[in-house]
Structures are given as C-alpha cells and as structure tokens.
C-alpha cells in the first residue's frame, strides 16, 4: 500500500477467478477434528498442580541439560529460576514414563552436581550441591544456557539482543526500546508476517500482512522505516521497499525503536527491523511443521541443522519453505517458496567463519496497490476527501490478472577471531538484490464508492553492498572498566526499475459495491527489465567509536561517534557529518534500570514516489535528534517498561497538486508502556499502550503548523494473554489491538475512524510416537471486522484484513 515506486514481473496466473478451495467450516472442522483426535492418542498430559505425590506422563527426550530442563517446567507446569550457568556443560539422558514432580526432577539432576529447591508450590530454583554431594560433570557441551529465554514460560522475554555496533547487550542495560521476538513466540502465534508478530506491541502501527498488496505501511513509532537501510539481517544492510522477508528462516526479531543513529548509521529515525538467520546448533534440529489457512492456502517447512566433523568444527542449517493456495480476497492466490542455509567452521578454537544465503519468491494475485479517496472518484484527482465506509477485507476490487510479488537473493559471510579473552575482531559482508513486481492498480474512490483505476506496470531492482570491520573489546582506566567499539563501514544501494517499457493502463469506472472485472489492457512487462531505469545509487562510508564505561557496578555511560559522508550520485550531493549518541545507565536497586539517551541520525533527503507529479525528485540530507527516558523493571516472573520520548525530523508530503516537497520540520513526542508477566503456572499477559504526539513544526506553510502528520494514531493499545488449561496439554490464547482514528489530509481535516481487532487461538503441546508434537489454531481479526489501513504521511488507504484461521502442526524428530 501506499506511496508506490513502479514494479512488474513476469508471473503465472490466470484469467479465470477460482473459487476458494476450502471454506471457513471446513477449516473449523479440521481444527476441532484435529485437536481432538490428539487429545485422545497417547500423549503427555502437563501438569499444572504441585503434589507430591502425583505420577505425571512425563516426555523429555535426551539433549542438552538446560532444554531438558525447560521442557520438563513446562510438562510440569513449574516455572524455573537460577543461575543459567549451572547448566553450562551439562547433558541429560531425558525422562519417559510416569514420576511425581520431585521424582522427575531429582532423576534428571541426577549426577549434574545441581541440586533445587521449591520456593512455592510452582517455583523451583535451581542450587549447586554441597562439596560432599555426590556429583559428576558430565562431558562439555558448547550450549545456551538460557533455556527459558524466549519462551511462553517466561512470558516470551528476552534478556539480550545484538544492538548494532554495541553488539550483544543485555536488554536491561540497554538506554533504548527494543523489543524482541523469539523463534517459540512467531511460531505459537503462527506468524507468516510482521504483521502478525508486531501485533502485541502499541509503538508498531497496524499494517498489512503479505497476503495481499505489498506490505510498506510498516510503522515504528508514526513513522516508516528507510527503504534504503531500515531493515538488517544479521546486523548488516539489506534493501528492500516492503517487509516480506520469510519469518520461517529466522531465529528471532528485533525491533530498535527510535533513532538508530550511531547504532546502525544512515536511516528514517523511526526504527530499525533487525532479523536474526537460524544457525547451526550444537544439538541436531529435525523439524516439520503444516499450516492450512482456512481459504485452503497450505504451508510446509522444514527445518534441519547440526554439527560434523572432527570435534564437530562443521555445522549448517537448511530450512526449506513452499506454500500455494487462495488467499483470502475472494478471486486471490498465493504462491511462496524460498530457501536458506547457514554454514559455520570452527577453523580453530579462536577464529570461526560464517556463510549463509537467502533464496525467496512469492506473489499474489488480485491484489489492489491502494485506494486514494477523492470526491470525484476521478483518476488523477489527489485531493483526498471523505472515504467511503471501510469495506470487506477479502472482497476483491479487481481481477485476479493483477499482482504483486517480489524476489530477494541474499548472501554474507562473515569471520570472528576473538584474539584473546579481552578482544574480538568480526569481518563481515553482505550482499542483497530485492526485486519488486507490481502489475497493480490504485483506486480513485469516492464516498459512494464510485472509482476509476489506474494500474501500474512495472518492476524495481533494489541492491545493497555492504562490508564492516568491528573490533570489541574489554579495557580498564583506574576504576573504570570499558567496553570498546572500533569500526568502519562501507554500504552502497542501487535502485532501478522498468519505466518507459511496460504501458500502464487506465480502467473504468466502476463501483466498489460491485467491482468490475476489467478485461486485461496490454500485458505485464518482465523481471528482466529491472535494469532498464537506474534512478538512485548512494554510497556511505562511515567510521564510528564506542565506550561503554561502567563507573562501579550501578552506572553505566555511553558514547557513541559515528561519521559518515553520504554520496548521492542523482541527487548531485556529497555530504558528511558525525553524529554523536550518550547514554547513561543507572541501577539503584536490583532489576531497576534507569536510562537517558541522546541520538542523532545522519538521514538520506527524501525522493518523491512515483506517483507524485515530480517523481524521482531527490532532496537534501538531513539530521534527525531523538532524546528518550526510560525505566526498565525486571523481576523473577514479570518485567515491565517505560519510554518517553522527543524526536525531531525533516517532513516531506504530498500536496493536493501531487508534488511532493521536503520541508520543514515533524516533531514526535510520545509515551510508551509494555510489561510481560507470567501469572502463576496458567497465566502469562502480556499489554503495552504508546500515545504520539506526530506533528508539523517549522513549516512553510502556516496553515500547516501544530497540524498532525497523515495517517498515524495518536493512542494505541495491545493486549495479549495465554492459559494453561489445569490438568490437560491445551493452551487458550487471546489478544486485542486498539488503534485510534488517524488523518488523512494534512489539514487534519479528514480521518479515518479507530478499531479494535480481536485474536482467539488454542495450542496443543505433547508428543507422538515419543516425538514431541505440537498443533496450534489461530483466528484473527475474531469478529471479522472491516477497518482502514493507512500509511504514514499519506492520504492513501487499503482494506484491512479479515477474519483468518489458521491450523498449524509441528513435530520434531
């Protein structure tokens, strides 16, 4: 949706709309049908009382001690708590057959040296055993000892991230807003999107998922994240306009909100997308999992990995994804498939190299760009007026001849050598083309619904270059201990696309009560074609320096500098500047951070999109500020936090005679509140809420001054929570999302009305034939509500998406 640059592809379609190949009853039966069959084979039934006594079915197959251990808390219904490196090291034989709680545990503790103790009846801390305790350290294991990170068990909380040139840092430490999202929350919640696993965070606005036009309507705190650099993957740059990158390959994602300035260099000061790629393991991965969407649209992946070789210095990672059906617009498809391995050697205890690559494909027909609600309902007319009411999110507007799709390759590799105990040297590279296939219209609709359609016809090709060299390390002043950062980084993106060879086609008009299918006009232009146009190539060279000083225990202070010379050769500038960042950290109390931060961003100008009247138009660089405080509270079951935040930007719009200018200044203040608790064994919730203040400052036109930036919220709300159900393996799941009215006229004139959207999902956890098994069920958007999606700084909307079912199994063997 939204401010759309050209695009096409070369696609396999058809002319003939296709029924959906299985009903929403269909799906329900096969979800209550499924579940049931499982609940009655043999399985393990979790417990979630305490007595002694009591005999469960327990299933813990053989591994690392602390997966043992989680999967153990979790068949028993315990939380578990202690020092993660008690369990460094250690492996366990597994658990079958039927034990009381205490039995179950002690057998797996057995000879680990690790003895426990409940502090309630479902709390179990973890103690070391005595010196005269009889205890064998079972043989070296290169593990994660943080079992219960991540996990529902523990409210899906992470303790650290890898925040861009800091490197790995724990959360609580860390001076900014971030959240994460593990590998066990994407799969729990189904999520084939951003969309779906942004969902439980207010400071994300609501956005499409990809199963309709392109997902560019990703918001972070009101505003969208660069095209040229906003999205990483393992720390390193790759560019692509929408956010479909496939969630299957990857182990968890991160979310920076606010300024990434010294952490990740050039970009929007809104935020940064951080994925993480799966790699190699020390203990084999043999997974499958299914998911049928309720329209008939069927996924399989699978996951493989593990080690080789003398002393296992060999390991990889396959993971391997397909999935074709309907789509939920009523004449839609969809067809997705992509690839990825991850490979590592230890070339000796100190020095390890890395490489992986990222093949994805995917494509959608029947899928409308956006609507641009006029009062002529005329094409070319950009005044927005009053849109018509929000209408049914899988109605299609258009034939299923029209499409959207795109393709990335992606490659890095990188090498560690960690010099000493002290120092570590980190070479990386990464390589990435995206290409954008759009065969698509836009809707000038008025408020009775009556339209014209114009479809674009055209394919982009986004590339990005990118090498870094950081050196971390450890060294002390007097009192002081100080964690160093060194690097330098060279990043160069390309952007192209097909203008002048595909022919755009005019249509109408029409009704959206009543769409009308238009016969197809000409034909869509092909991938090949891509490099026809070259319209962007920008060079960044940046070296920046760190200093996290711990001042005793309780006080941290950080100092960031990063300077970078931007060269944008159409834009016919050469520009550098150096940005600083400073942040302090202060720990009064255990599990309390206080932090205030400072962040400036040196920012790429802006380019008018496509459909402005002065497309292709490059402007100026720009220095973003953002100043942000915080409170961070971790506790044994709960965590909560608290941001507020100031930030300054430059303002680019569109004005009602579709030319789009840079000018002037958007200030966002903004609250942002999140916590996480597990609530006993059966209860974990999960709720944060952020209200913006997105506003025109230092604009040329008065009239605009005070006036709030298009199609942000000024209040959103998150709620989500899960249930252990006593005495069975079923786990209930719920959410809720509240988004405010938005504007869609720079007046502030015309908005768009609020919503709330309803999540209802079950799981199923236990096993088969002694192999774990796992199936999920997942509804969104409950009552089916229709709604407006809209974009930041834009007038332009799209339907949202309707109710959607889920059913999804996964074993591992």
């Given at each position: 949706?939204?401010?759309s640059?050209h695009?096409n592809?070369?696609a396999?379609?058809?002319?003939?709309?296709?029924?959906?190949?299985?009903?929403?009853?269909?799906?329900?039966?096969?979800?209550?049908?499924g579940?049931?069959?499982?609940?009655t084979?043999?399985?393990?039934?979790?417990?979630?009382?305490?007595?002694?006594?009591e005999?469960i079915?327990?299933?813990?197959?053989?591994?690392?001690?602390?997966?043992?251990?989680?999967r153990?808390?979790?068949?028993?219904?315990?939380?578990?708590?202690?020092?993660?490196e008690?369990?460094?090291?250690?492996?366990?034989?597994?658990?079958?057959g039927?034990?009381?709680?205490?039995?179950?545990?002690?057998l797996?503790?057995?000879?680990?040296?690790?003895?426990?103790?409940?502090?309630?009846?479902?709390?179990?801390?973890?103690?070391?055993?005595?010196a005269?305790?009889?205890?064998?350290?079972?043989p070296?294991?290169?593990v994660?000892?943080?079992?219960?990170?991540?996990?529902?068990?523990?409210a899906?909380?992470?303790?650290?991230?890898?925040?861009?040139?800091?490197?790995?840092?724990?959360?609580?430490?860390?001076?900014y807003?971030?959240?994460?999202?593990?590998?066990?929350?994407?799969?729990?919640?189904?999520?084939r999107s951003?969309?779906?696993?942004?969902?439980?965070?207010?400071?994300?606005?609501?956005?499409?998922?990809?199963?309709?036009?392109?997902?560019?309507?990703f918001?972070i705190?009101?505003?969208a994240?660069?095209?040229?650099?906003?999205?990483?993957?393992?720390?390193?740059?790759?560019r692509?306009?929408?956010?479909?990158?496939p969630?299957?390959?990857?182990?968890q994602?991160?979310i920076?909100?606010?300024?990434?300035g010294?952490l990740?260099?050039?970009?929007?000061p809104?935020?940064?997308?951080?994925?993480?790629?799966k790699?190699?393991?020390?203990?084999?991965?043999?997974?499958?999992?299914?998911?049928?969407?309720?329209?008939g649209?069927?996924?399989?992946?699978?996951?493989?990995?593990?080690?080789?070789?003398?002393?296992?210095?060999?390991?990889?990672r396959?993971?391997?994804?397909?999935?074709?059906?309907?789509?939920?617009?009523?004449n839609?498809?969809?067809?997705r498939s992509?690839?990825?391995?991850a490979?590592d050697?230890?070339?000796?205890?100190?020095v390890?190299?890395?490489?992986?690559?990222?093949t994805a494909?995917?494509?959608?027909?029947?899928a409308?760009?956006?609507?641009v609600?006029?009062?002529?309902?005329?094409?070319?007319?950009?005044?927005?007026?009053?849109?018509?009411?929000p209408?049914?999110?899988?109605?299609?507007?258009?034939?299923?001849?029209?499409?959207?799709?795109?393709r990335?390759?992606?490659?890095?590799t990188?090498?560690?050598?960690?010099?000493n105990?002290?120092?570590?040297?980190?070479?990386?590279?990464?390589?990435?083309?995206?290409?954008r296939?759009?065969?698509?219209?836009?809707?000038?609709?008025?408020?009775?619904g009556?339209y014209?359609?114009?479809?674009?016809?055209?394919?982009?090709?986004f590339?990005?270059d990118?090498a870094?060299?950081?050196l971390?390390?450890k060294?002390?002043?007097?009192?002081?201990?100080?964690?160093?950062?060194?690097?330098?980084?060279?990043?160069?993106?390309?952007?192209?696309?097909?203008r002048?060879?595909?022919?755009?086609?005019?249509?109408?008009?029409?009704?959206?009560?009543?769409?009308?299918?238009?016969?197809?006009?000409?034909?869509?232009?092909?991938?090949?074609?891509?490099?026809?146009?070259?319209?962007?190539?920008?060079k960044?060279?940046?070296?920046?320096?760190?200093?996290?000083?711990h001042?005793?225990?309780?006080?941290?202070?950080?100092?960031?500098?990063?300077?970078?010379?931007?060269?944008d050769?159409?834009?016919?500038?050469d520009?550098?500047a150096?940005t600083?960042?400073?942040a302090?950290?202060?720990?009064?109390?255990d599990?309390?951070?206080?932090y205030a931060?400072?962040?400036?961003?040196?920012?790429?100008?802006?380019?008018?999109?496509?459909?402005?009247?002065n497309?292709?138009?490059?402007?100026e660089?720009?220095?973003?500020?953002?100043?942000?405080?915080?409170?961070?509270?971790?506790?044994?079951?709960?965590?909560?936090n608290?941001?507020?935040?100031?930030?300054n930007?430059?303002?680019?719009?569109?004005?009602?005679?579709?030319?789009?200018?840079?000018?002037?200044?958007?200030l966002?203040?903004?609250?942002?509140?999140?916590?996480?608790?597990?609530?006993?064994?059966?209860?974990?919730?999960?709720?944060?809420?952020m209200?913006?203040?997105?506003?025109?400052?230092?604009?040329?036109d008065?009239s605009?001054?005070?006036?709030?930036?298009?199609g942000?919220?000024?209040?959103?709300?998150?709620?989500?929570?899960?249930?252990?159900?006593?005495?069975?393996?079923?786990?209930?799941?719920?959410?809720?999302q509240?988004?405010?009215?938005r504007?869609?006229?720079a007046?502030n004139?015309?908005?768009?009305?609020s919503?709330?959207?309803?999540?209802?999902?079950?799981?199923?956890?236990?096993?088969?034939?002694?192999?774990?098994?796992?199936?999920?069920?997942?509804?969104?958007?409950?009552t089916?509500?229709?709604?407006w999606?809209?974009?930041?700084?834009s007038?332009?909307?799209?339907?949202?998406?309707?109710?959607?079912i889920?059913?999804?199994?996964?074993?591992d063997?």
């Amino acid at each position: 949706m939204l401010q759309s640059f050209h695009t096409n592809a070369g696609a396999i379609r058809s002319n003939k709309i296709r029924p959906r190949k299985a009903p929403l009853v269909l799906a329900m039966h096969l979800a209550i049908k499924g579940i049931a069959l499982a609940a009655t084979s043999s399985v393990v039934m979790p417990l979630t009382a305490q007595a002694a006594i009591e005999q469960i079915a327990f299933n813990v197959p053989a591994g690392k001690l602390s997966s043992a251990l989680n999967r153990f808390s979790e068949q028993a219904g315990l939380y578990l708590t202690g020092n993660g490196e008690l369990t460094a090291n250690l492996n366990s034989s597994g658990l079958n057959g039927s034990y009381s709680v205490r039995e179950g545990l002690s057998l797996l503790l057995q000879g680990t040296g690790i003895s426990y103790r409940f502090s309630d009846d479902r709390t179990v801390t973890l103690i070391r055993q005595s010196a005269n305790s009889a205890a064998t350290t079972l043989p070296t294991l290169f593990v994660d000892t943080d079992a219960l990170a991540g996990s529902a068990a523990n409210a899906y909380r992470v303790e650290a991230a890898s925040i861009g040139s800091l490197g790995n840092l724990s959360l609580q430490n860390t001076p900014y807003s971030i959240e994460v999202y593990s590998r066990e929350q994407m799969d729990n919640l189904q999520a084939r999107s951003l969309a779906d696993i942004t969902k439980t965070d207010a400071s994300v606005g609501l956005s499409a998922g990809d199963l309709g036009a392109e997902n560019n309507a990703f918001m972070i705190r009101g505003i969208a994240p660069d095209f040229d650099t906003g999205q990483k993957l393992d720390g390193l740059n790759l560019r692509s306009r929408a956010k479909d990158l496939p969630l299957e390959h990857m182990e968890q994602v991160e979310i920076l909100k606010g300024a990434s300035g010294f952490l990740y260099g050039f970009g929007e000061p809104g935020g940064i997308i951080s994925y993480r790629l799966k790699r190699p393991t020390d203990e084999p991965v043999r997974s499958v999992s299914t998911q049928l969407m309720d329209t008939g649209l069927l996924l399989v992946h699978t996951d493989l990995g593990g080690r080789f070789g003398s002393d296992d210095r060999f390991g990889y990672r396959i993971n391997l994804v397909g999935e074709d059906g309907d789509s939920y617009l009523d004449n839609g498809s969809a067809e997705r498939s992509s690839a990825s391995i991850a490979l590592d050697w230890r070339i000796t205890p100190a020095v390890t190299w890395e490489f992986d690559a990222l093949t994805a494909h995917s494509e959608r027909t029947a899928a409308a760009g956006g609507i641009v609600p006029n009062a002529s309902g005329m094409i070319g007319d950009f005044t927005i007026a009053e849109p018509l009411k929000p209408i049914d999110g899988s109605k299609a507007l258009f034939p299923d001849w029209s499409y959207y799709g795109s393709r990335h390759e992606i490659v890095g590799t990188r090498v560690n050598w960690q010099i000493n105990d002290d120092w570590d040297l980190d070479l990386a590279y990464r390589y990435s083309n995206n290409y954008r296939l759009l065969y698509s219209p836009y809707l000038f609709t008025n408020a009775d619904g009556d339209y014209s359609a114009y479809v674009y016809n055209y394919v982009n090709k986004f590339e990005s270059d990118q090498a870094q060299i950081k050196l971390a390390g450890k060294l002390q002043t007097g009192f002081i201990d100080h964690e160093v950062t060194l690097g330098t980084s060279l990043l160069e993106t390309v952007s192209s696309n097909s203008r002048g060879i595909g022919s755009d086609g005019m249509y109408g008009p029409g009704n959206l009560a009543n769409p009308t299918m238009f016969d197809e006009i000409g034909s869509a232009v092909h991938r090949s074609d891509a490099d026809a146009t070259e319209y962007s190539r920008v060079k960044r060279r940046e070296l920046f320096a760190s200093d996290v000083a711990h001042l005793g225990e309780n006080l941290d202070l950080i100092l960031g500098l990063r300077h970078g010379q931007l060269e944008d050769e159409y834009g016919d500038y050469d520009e550098s500047a150096t940005t600083p960042t400073l942040a302090a950290v202060y720990r009064p109390i255990d599990g309390l951070s206080l932090y205030a931060s400072y962040v400036e961003a040196f920012v790429q100008g802006n380019t008018a999109p496509n459909t402005a009247a002065n497309a292709g138009e490059v402007f100026e660089p720009m220095i973003s500020e953002q100043r942000e405080l915080g409170l961070k509270l971790d506790r044994e079951r709960w965590s909560a936090n608290l941001a507020v935040f100031q930030l300054n930007r430059g303002q680019g719009y569109t004005d009602s005679n579709n030319v789009y200018s840079q000018d002037g200044e958007a200030l966002y203040e903004g609250v942002e509140l999140s916590g996480k608790a597990r609530l006993g064994s059966q209860w974990m919730l999960a709720a944060s809420a952020m209200w913006l203040d997105p506003r025109n400052e230092k604009v040329s036109d008065a009239s605009l001054k005070g006036k709030h930036v298009q199609g942000v919220a000024r209040k959103q709300f998150r709620l989500y929570g899960e249930y252990d159900v006593k005495n069975s393996p079923f786990v209930i799941t719920g959410g809720a999302q509240y988004t405010g009215k938005r504007p869609l006229d720079a007046n502030n004139d015309i908005y768009v009305g609020s919503v709330t959207l309803y999540d209802l999902g079950a799981r199923y956890e236990g096993s088969v034939s002694n192999l774990p098994l796992t199936l999920r069920l997942n509804i969104d958007n409950l009552t089916d509500e229709d709604y407006w999606l809209t974009s930041a700084g834009s007038g332009y909307i799209a339907q949202g998406t309707p109710r959607t079912i889920k059913l999804g199994a996964q074993i591992d063997f």
